[in-house]
């Protein structure tokens, strides 16, 4: 009998490691489930081209039909996992087919956090992960009225900019004190805070939400003040947790998502996991990272899927992110966490700049905004542990070529 | 529907039937080009969809903007007639178009 894969997921992750499987030669079947009933498909437009109508479905598909029958990668869609047994092996749905497996990935992503606040079941209190949730989500951008976004994170304050594209009033709720507060550094935060602000955005740092008001339907946000903001519509972005009930219950090793090895293989070794539900060692930062992003997703899953299929590939790539708001693109590499130095170049209010993060005179990561040139520079610095001089980093005149050598 | 030739760095031809409206790397994955990642699925910020477009279709093609140029500056090999092929429109006015793909993508 041949081997079999099973790919829990059907995600960006998912679908990579099943093509870099067959890639790498794998031969046996490759049986991915996922929860949607949709074919694997990218995420990212779901807060920005494709909630705003401009982009249709047919292109948010990774792959054609065709693909997965060509590549003979059996897709159950529409399908849950019920469970893992770990000892023997097999996957059982929520339907009660069990299935048995020689290798197994865990591709669950990392939905929305939910909150539990009064109101928080109302009708019109929205979450943003799949083609559902947008399709959901838009025609309260035809409606008008106000949305109140809960969160200033990327997708809080994507559906921002695309709410008032849309002409709808805004106000994005934030508990921290300034936006991006998690992924980005202050410079950045203060350059994101103007730009919504300029565009009409009644944004409220250090503003907590108590609860939602309504007779069935959302009508208003209370916050923690007393304060009532009357609202036709409420996003709420507050992050993401891990999916890692299914591992947990299989008794596979948790660290904040599922626990994989520098080579995306679990405490389990015919189970692997990849992309926003794992976290794994990074040798550029030697420490665990989990990551919520399309460029992990894909990378690890090239690593999970090519090992899957018998090779011996380290997963060491440099982590990155992008963002679309209005028409300013911020692109980030690395994780600045524990920088002692930063340095700015360019000008925030010519909306082109880009911010340094050094540790000890070590490159960390950069936020470029609007500065593809210092995004694709600084990927190479990061990946090659490159140590940067902040001085020559915060003159102007430093051609930032001449930092690759 | 305009036809597109996408020729691989070992050679290989592939002319696909592509939609009017969806970009050059959209049609190659469509049609399961071998060669565009396509990572960032189209939004200008990964360039891996670099592509050569044939020297005789550079000017109905057009040059990248601002953005777009800086990304290529830091791909693979980049030459003169080096675009994002997800920046490029598939039209009438592109029937026929051939484009070369890279080595390497990213």
């Known amino acids: ?405 | 529907m305009p036809k597109i030739t996408y020729i691989e760095h070992n050679g290989a031809e592939h002319v696909v039937d592509a939609e009017k409206g969806v970009s050059v790397m959209e049609a190659a994955v469509k049609n399961m080009i071998p060669g565009i990642d396509a990572d960032c699925g189209g939004a200008c910020a990964c360039a891996t969809c670099h592509v050569y477009v044939d020297p005789a279709w550079m000017e109905k093609v057009g040059k990248p903007e601002t953005m777009e140029e800086s990304m290529l500056d830091f791909a693979y090999e980049p030459k003169e007639n080096s675009r994002l092929s997800c920046q490029i429109t598939v039209s009438d006015a592109l029937d026929g178009l051939i484009v070369r793909l890279p080595e390497f993508q990213g």
Request: proline residues 4%; aromatic residues 6%.
């Open chain 1, 1 to 405: 009998m041949s081997e079999r894969a099973i790919i829990i997921g059907a995600g960006q992750a998912a679908a990579q490691a099943a093509q870099s499987m067959r890639q790498a030669g794998f031969d046996g079947d490759i049986v991915m489930i996922g929860e949607e009933r949709e074919l694997p498909y990218q995420r990212p437009p779901l807060s920005k081209t494709y909630l705003q109508g401009e982009l249709g479905a047919d292109r948010l598909y990774l792959r054609p039909a065709a693909f997965y029958e060509q590549q003979r990668i059996d897709l159950r869609l529409g399908l849950r996992v019920a469970s893992i047994d770990a000892a023997a092996k097999t996957v059982t749905s929520e339907t009660g087919e069990t299935l048995s497996y020689d290798k197994l990935l865990i591709a669950t992503g990392a939905p929305p956090r939910r909150l539990d606040c009064a109101g928080a079941d109302l009708e019109g209190v929205r979450y943003l992960r799949s083609i559902a949730d947008s399709d959901a989500l838009r025609p309260a951008l035809s409606a008008g009225g106000r949305i109140v976004i809960v969160g200033a994170g990327y997708i809080g304050l994507e559906v921002a900019a695309s709410a008032r594209k849309a002409g709808l009033d805004v106000t994005v709720l934030e508990m921290a004190d300034r936006v991006l507060a998690r992924v980005a550094g202050k410079d950045v935060s203060a350059f994101y805070e103007k730009l919504h602000l300029d565009r009409g955005v009644d944004l409220r740092l250090g503003a907590a939400l108590d609860h939602f008001e309504g007779n069935g339907r959302v009508s208003a946000a209370v916050l923690k003040s007393g304060e009532r903001i009357d609202c036709a519509a409420v996003l709420v972005g507050v992050g993401a947790a891990p999916a890692i009930a299914l591992a947990e219950a299989a008794d596979l090793r948790i660290a904040n998502g599922v626990w994989t090895d520098d080579h995306a293989r679990t405490s389990d070794p015919s189970i692997w996991a990849a992309g926003d539900c794992a976290s794994h060692p990074s040798p550029i930062y030697e420490r665990r990272l989990r990551l919520e992003s399309v460029p992990n997703a894909i990378e690890q899953a090239k690593v999970a899927g090519a090992n899957m299929a018998g090779g011996d590939v380290v997963y060491d790539a440099v982590p990155w992110f992008w963002s679309d708001q209005y028409d300013v693109k911020l692109q980030t590499v690395g994780v600045s966490e524990g920088a002692d130095e930063t340095v700015l170049r360019g000008d925030p209010d010519a909306k082109k700049f880009s911010v340094w993060y050094l540790q000890r005179g070590r490159l960390l990561a950069v936020d470029a905004v609007n500065d593809p040139a210092a995004f694709a520079l600084s990927k190479r610095l990061i990946a090659a542990r490159a140590a940067v001089d902040a001085k020559i980093l915060a003159d102007p005149d430093t051609d930032l070529k001449s930092l690759v050598s």
